[in-house]
């Protein structure tokens, strides 16, 4: 059985000082892991885990190595693995099978690898873990206690697994604690895209006319630091009362076709397929961008795309330029994957701290407790709040505490106008 696989194990020792910036930036991830380190608290056990493979998730790995776990891990998709850190991994001993640019087949076949180390416990990110073990690879499913999900698009797919029973183990959505979405989805995704944009294009945000798909977690985060660079920001939804949300916020709300005769820059986060497609791409400016920071890369039709170009060629890295039949141009970034992984190195550390602190231990909770039916389980609200104290005590921010007298109050209903 293969080890790992990687592109270049000689990256290895950049990899180990990106680990180590990382690890400086995750305090709360840091504490569990000496927790980890005395309690072994995953002694034995082999968790098999489909993660962005960046140097956040390295030191997450880290942790959960000091519980006493074996991890068998590969990326989360074909264009986000940082080949450095994917080969620091591979020489402390993990079973990584990750490489950036990878074909389609090429990706499965990583996932393949981590199911041949025989998990335990899975941690996805986007569900194609659980997928591959669900359809190809069922033998694998009586090791299995539980496993994880980190993102918004796995949940949903693992909810509509449930709701036909194909479920068959239980999964933890971590994308769904306060300590996840609140801050990763938003700021971390905010930050992160408006980054991967630049480093692609180097382009001015200012007067700009920013038209972003979807106002959910994610993109409510990336319409914010749009605007605060000076964008004219417009928001598409389908969902009324995230338009309204969108409204009162400030930003202009209307349908995509209209948004995009006039958008300079467009950014989908929705989750939803094909959301800029063929006649949206007709009524385009000369010169528009577009980019991705949804989970799969399919909310940009590439295939119209492709279909409407008469030529294409590659500008800079990650920066594609498709001319039309009419002569306009259009740039697609990443090649329409997520475009804060592709093009820069996803979320912040002090954001990844949280998500990943709220992975181990949903990790520690899974391994200590019985099996939990095969369903999709909330994050247990003991784990959600322990890990905001401790991410305030890294911040050193202290707050109030309840008095005697406002818990009673806060717990009656006698009490009315006095
Ligand atoms: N880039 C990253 O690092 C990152 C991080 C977290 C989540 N994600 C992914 O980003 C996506 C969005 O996540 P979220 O947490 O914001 O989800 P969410 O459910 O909070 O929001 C999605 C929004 O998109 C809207 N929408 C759906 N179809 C639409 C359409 N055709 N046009 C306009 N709006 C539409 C929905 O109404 C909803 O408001 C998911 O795929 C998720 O997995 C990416």
């Not at 990584?96 to 041949?116: G, L, M, P, S």
Request: hydrophobic share 40%; proline share 3%; glycine share 8%.
């Amino acid at each position: 059985m293969e080890k790992f696989k990687v592109k270049d194990a000689s990256l290895a020792a950049k990899g180990h000082l990106q680990i180590e910036w990382a690890s400086k930036h995750m305090p709360v991830l840091n504490q569990i892991k000496e927790r980890f380190n005395k309690e072994k608290p995953l002694k034995g056990l082999t968790l098999g885990a489909c993660l962005h493979v960046t140097k956040e998730t390295a030191v997450l790995v880290d942790a959960f190595t000091a519980g006493g776990a074996k991890v068998a891990l590969c990326g989360s998709n074909p264009l986000s693995t940082q080949d450095d850190v994917a080969a620091a991994l591979a020489e402390k001993g993990v079973n990584v099978f990750a490489w950036r640019e990878q074909t389609t087949e090429e990706y499965y076949w990583c996932v393949e690898r981590a199911i041949d180390q025989k998990p335990v416990i899975t941690l996805d990110d986007g569900a194609d873990l659980v997928g591959t073990i669900h359809g190809k690879r069922t033998e694998a499913l009586s090791n299995i206690k539980g496993g994880t999900e980190e993102t918004t698009t796995g949940v949903l797919r693992l909810r509509s697994m449930e709701k036909i029973r194909a479920l068959k183990y239980a999964i933890i959505a971590v994308n769904d604690a306060y300590t996840k979405y609140l801050f990763d989805n938003r700021y971390g995704t905010g930050q992160s895209t408006i980054d991967g944009i630049l480093r692609a294009t180097n382009t001015l945000l200012a007067g700009k006319n920013f038209v972003v798909c979807g106002y959910g977690w994610c993109a409510r985060g990336i319409a914010m630091r749009a605007q605060g660079m000076g964008a004219n920001v417009t928001v598409t939804e389908v969902n009324p009362l995230r338009a309204l949300e969108a409204a009162m916020n400030g930003f202009h709300v209307m349908p995509i076709i209209e948004a995009a005769r006039i958008g300079d820059i467009f950014v989908t986060s929705t989750g939803d397929i094909s959301v800029i497609r063929k006649e949206h791409m007709q009524e385009m400016k000369d010169g528009a961008i577009l980019a991705n920071s949804g989970h799969f890369n399919v909310e940009i039709s590439i295939k119209d795309l492709e279909e409407l170009a008469a030529s294409k060629r590659s500008i800079r890295p990650n920066l594609e330029e498709y001319k039309l039949n009419d002569g306009r141009r259009l740039y697609l970034l990443a090649e329409g994957r997520l475009v804060n992984l592709a093009a820069a190195e996803g979320h912040p550390s002090e954001v990844m701290d949280m998500s990943f602190a709220n992975q181990a231990l949903c990790t520690e909770y899974l391994a200590k407790n019985e099996k939990m039916p095969p369903k999709v389980h909330q994050v247990p609200k003991e784990i959600d709040e322990t890990v905001a104290r401790l991410k305030l005590n890294a911040m050193k921010i202290e707050m109030d505490e309840l008095t005697e007298e406002q818990k009673k109050y806060l717990a009656t209903w006698e009490m009315g106008t006095i």
